[in-house]
């Protein structure tokens, strides 16, 4: 067990604020921080916590979700959970799917990295925002870059992009235990990072009008053009970019399992989506 385990529930970012962990009894926090560092930190949502992997954690702890939706830790991270859950009486539960094949020496899936076609990237800057870890680097209307170090592989960057000319790239890769704890932490802590700086600007601008000074902004990385939009005009683009990207976010889900309710919440977007 990671020997920070005591402190991994301390000085999180507030958006873990509604997690109520510091309510909680000790053991419970243990548990939570226990399953918490043994996830591989890509904050990926596929297990259905968008908000990343401790959420997840807590869920399994708390509210008794089922401890094997990890999708990029496989089989291996659904056992070291079953362990934690001191459920040593029961039959590991399966590890969810993946749409990569299982990787014969790790046990886990596959593990892919994203890369940017530099011929059809357009500089639209949507991609930046979207990785959770911050390997995407970029100006409008300039081609970006993702540092292939640092992307988890969580796919998050697929569904923002206009022109889809991020590819997934699968990779091979036999980390020791060691490394690959050090990565999940690193990991980990770039995600903190991300939260505490989007909670910055955030602040920084609550007096302001939200949609039209996020518009604003995006203009200005665009000097050379000059847009005429209105207000209204700016807050359905955004909702407009935003239901996209919800869209393909539970078409990626769904082509990794069925579920009656995300169909239906899917159906409701793009009717919602045509409205606009």
């Not at 039209?212 to 050379?224: D, Q």
Request: proline share 7%; aromatic share 2%.
């Amino acid at each position: 067990m990671p020997s920070n385990i005591d402190t991994r529930l301390t000085n999180l970012p507030l958006l873990f604020d509604t997690l109520n962990l510091d309510a909680l009894p000790s053991d419970v926090q243990q548990q939570i921080a226990a399953i918490d560092a043994c996830l591989p930190q890509t904050q990926c949502g596929l297990c259905e916590h968008p908000d990343g992997c401790l959420p997840y954690a807590t869920a399994i702890v708390v509210e008794g979700e089922p401890y094997n939706k990890c999708v990029p830790g496989g089989q291996p991270v659904t056992d070291a959970i079953h362990h934690i859950l001191n459920l040593n009486h029961e039959q590991p539960l399966m590890a969810a799917d993946s749409q990569w094949p299982i990787d014969p020496v790790t046990e886990r899936p596959t593990e892919v990295r994203a890369i940017i076609r530099e011929d059809d990237c357009i500089g639209c800057t949507k991609c930046i925002p979207a990785c959770p870890v911050d390997a995407i680097v970029g100006t409008g209307k300039h081609m970006h870059t993702i540092f292939t170090d640092l992307c988890t592989g969580c796919e998050l960057c697929i569904a923002p992009c206009p022109v889809d000319c991020i590819d997934l790239v699968p990779i091979h890769r036999e980390p020791t235990e060691e490394a690959r704890t050090q990565e999940q932490d690193n990991l980990r802590q770039r995600y903190h990072t991300h939260l505490n700086r989007v909670t910055k600007q955030l602040a920084a601008s609550s007096n302001t009008k939200p949609v039209v000074s996020m518009v604003e902004a995006k203009l200005n990385n665009v000097a050379s053009q000059a847009l005429d939009i209105s207000e209204q005009q700016a807050k359905d683009t955004i909702a407009a970019a935003k239901l996209r990207s919800k869209i393909k976010k539970l078409e990626k889900q769904l082509s990794i399992r069925a579920n009656a309710k995300k169909e239906s919440e899917l159906a409701a977007l793009k009717i919602e989506l045509a409205q606009l």
